[in-house]
Structure formats: structure tokens, C-alpha cells
């Protein structure tokens, strides 16, 4: 069973820092960029930001550079946002997947079920 399972959203105030969290089982996360992608109400689904296979190198979405860091720990098979001085249009669901390489999407790419964040005061 492949499985990713993202954890850490819910309902924040416009200026709060969360960190969400993705953890991968019944596979090596290592072998696969990992990505967050996120779909705001109404809207389609977009890629947030990306890091590839070794960690070295990552990409953001032009409206969260600056504000939003990736990161992964390969020995915990799980990958984090950490999401500073978040603004109520960073509001949708926030979904983990895997790519082969960072800026493709595939038919077997694994995707979680998503957390919901939701900001408002």
C-alpha cells in the first residue's frame, strides 16, 4: 500500500506560521521529488513548491516565495511546508505527491488525501 498521509492544516489567523506535514509508507519517498500542490475554493489544483530526489535543489510558486520553505527528511520518509505569515488566499486544500522529477505530474504519481487549511480572523 502506497500511502501518503499530510497532516498539519486547519483553521489559522491571517499572519500565522503552520507547518504541514507529509509522511510517505509502503515506499521509498527518497526515490521521488516530492511536491505540494494546493486547490483554493472554486480553483483548480497548482503546484506550491517542489524538491527533488536528493533534496538539493527546490522550487515555489511566485505567490509564496519568500514565505513558504520546503524541506524534506529522508530517514523520517517526510516532507514539510512550513507556511510563515499566511494571508487568507493561501486558503485551500493542501496536497502532497509525489513526481518522477519536480515540474512533471504522472499518471502514477501518488497523491495524499490533503489537508485543509482555511485562513480567517
Known amino acids: 500500500q502506497l500511502q501518503l498521509v499530510e497532516s498539519g492544516g486547519g483553521l489559522v489567523q491571517p499572519g500565522e506560521s503552520p507547518r504541514l506535514s507529509c509522511t510517505a509508507s509502503?515506499?521509498?519517498?527518497?526515490?521521488?521529488?516530492m511536491a505540494w500542490h494546493r486547490q483554493a475554493p472554486g480553483k483548480g489544483r497548482e503546484e506550491v513548491s517542489c524538491?527533488?530526489?536528493?533534496?538539493?535543489?527546490?522550487t515555489y510558486a511566485d505567490f509564496v516565495k519568500g514565505r513558504f520553505t520546503i524541506s524534506r527528511d529522508i530517514a523520517k520518509e517526510t516532507v514539510y511546508l512550513q507556511m510563515n505569515n499566511l494571508k487568507p488566499e493561501d486558503t485551500g486544500i493542501y496536497y502532497c505527491?509525489?513526481?518522477?522529477?519536480?515540474?512533471?505530474?504522472?499518471?502514477?504519481?501518488?497523491w495524499g488525501q490533503g489537508t485543509n487549511v482555511t485562513v480567517s480572523s
Open positions: 524538491i527533488s530526489k536528493g533534496g538539493g535543489s527546490t
Open positions: 505527491a509525489t513526481h518522477d522529477y519536480c515540474g512533471t505530474i504522472y499518471e502514477y504519481d501518488s
Open positions: 509502503g515506499f521509498t519517498s527518497a526515490f521521488y521529488a
